[in-house]
């Protein structure tokens, strides 16, 4: 099996921490249709006809796309999709661009899981990170999905804010509970090279949330989540039973997946494809009929570190016999020799067949991960 992940870098404005690839000029959208149309025509072996299982449009805000450029591109993927095997269909969306009129739309299209941007239920913490919607703009867009009939609903929260405290946070996780939706992801804020909200600490203008604090707050996020019935699947994603992102799990399994626009990745089991983060230069070269992917032949090395740094991700871990068939002895005998303190202190554990970070690790996964890689 195989997946599809289309990028649409249109954003109506950018938000404070936002680095992925968007711009704000909506007078391209057509010509970067014709581009995705145009691409997937050209590129559509690198999958080997495996079947495509899953398909992810995101970005930027793929909800700033009308509604007949999201049928355009659809009645495309028609060509190369057979939509009753095509078991998840995710578009990310702003809560405000999902008006009544917007979602009905979307129930026209194959469409069956909405990931929706909300970062946080606060209103202080909305206007802080340049989010155009309110906390009760996105409760009201999520009860309009479900009531539209959309039965997997994903929202993205943010901890860690400048100035934001723990009562807060609980706050938000009960807020987001109140919802019903069945997948929950979230992140700790970075603060990255090249972003509003880096400037900002650059210039003394706010203050990083102390990694005690942060800590607190994912170990809150945690236990919270359990008690509520969500299954933490991976170190920031919690799903009721059966609603785990399958797109997503895609990265972190092996599987094979396609991307499309500017931006996008792809991997074949071997190489990485990476697009120009550039849509100008993506619609030209396109329209010329070439593509313009930068290509990275991947070594047993990074092939390896690339499931450490994937799978450990995961609460399942590394399938310890699939990683035998997968690398010779040198490279089983040095992930287990350096996984033997972490081992020993209950960090990590085997079982079932697989080696994996345990809950308690989980708050030091970045450390464990890197000690297992091999760098040259």
């Known amino acids: 099996m195989a997946g599809i992940y289309i990028h649409i870098p249109f954003c109506r404005t950018r938000c404070i921490y936002c680095d992925f690839h968007s711009g704000t000029d909506m007078s ?17 072996d690198e999958l080997h006809g495996e079947p495509i299982h899953t398909l992810y449009i995101g970005g930027g805000t793929p909800s700033q796309l009308s509604g007949s450029a999201l049928t355009r591109l659809f009645n495309h993927l028609s060509k190369y999709i057979t939509w009753d095997e095509c078991h998840e269909v995710t578009i990310e969306c702003n809560p405000d661009d999902l008006s009544d009129d917007y ?9 069956n899981r909405i ?13 802080f990170l340049r989010r155009r919607h309110t906390a009760q703009a996105a409760q009201e867009a999520i009860a309009r999905c479900h009531n539209a009939g959309f039965d997997n609903i994903s929202i993205d929260l943010i901890y860690g804010l400048p100035g934001q405290t723990l009562e ?3 706050k938000n996780i009960e807020k987001a509970l109140s919802t019903g939706v069945q997948h929950l992801s979230a992140y700790a804020l970075i603060y990255e090279d090249g972003t ?6 650059e210039e003394g203008l706010v203050q990083e949330c102390s990694d005690e604090l942060s800590l607190a707050m994912y170990a809150r996020l945690i236990d919270r989540l359990e008690e509520a019935g969500y299954h933490q699947y991976e170190i920031s994603n919690f799903a009721l039973s059966g609603r785990e992102a399958r797109h997503n799990s895609s990265y972190w399994n092996d599987t094979h997946y396609l991307g499309l626009g500017a931006a996008a990745h792809s991997y074949d ?14 619609i030209d070269n396109i329209a010329s009929g070439r593509c313009c992917y930068e ?6 090395q990074d092939r390896y570190n690339d499931m450490l740094l994937t799978r450990l991700r995961t609460r399942q871990g590394i399938d310890e016999s699939r990683a035998r068939r997968q690398f010779d002895s040198t490279y089983i005998d040095y992930m287990y020799r350096m996984a033997r303190p972490h081992l020993a202190c209950g960090n990590m554990e085997q079982a079932e067949g697989y080696l994996r ?18 760098v040259e």
């Open 28 to 44: 391209v959208q057509e010509q970067y249709i014709d581009a995705l149309c145009r691409e997937l025509d050209l590129r559509i």
């Open 103 to 111: 979602i009905a739309h979307l129930r026209t299209l194959p469409i």
């Open 115 to 127: 990931s929706m941007g909300i970062q946080s239920f606060d209103d202080n913490d909305l206007r």
């Open 168 to 170: 807060a946070w609980n």
């Open 196 to 201: 509003a909200l880096m400037k900002l600490k």
């Open 269 to 282: 089991g071997t190489t990485r494809r990476y697009n120009p983060a550039n849509t100008r230069i993506y």
């Open 295 to 300: 290509e990275e032949i991947l070594s047993d």
């Open 357 to 374: 970070i345990t809950k308690q690790g989980l708050f030091i996964s970045d450390s464990i991960i890197s000690d297992l890689f091999i």
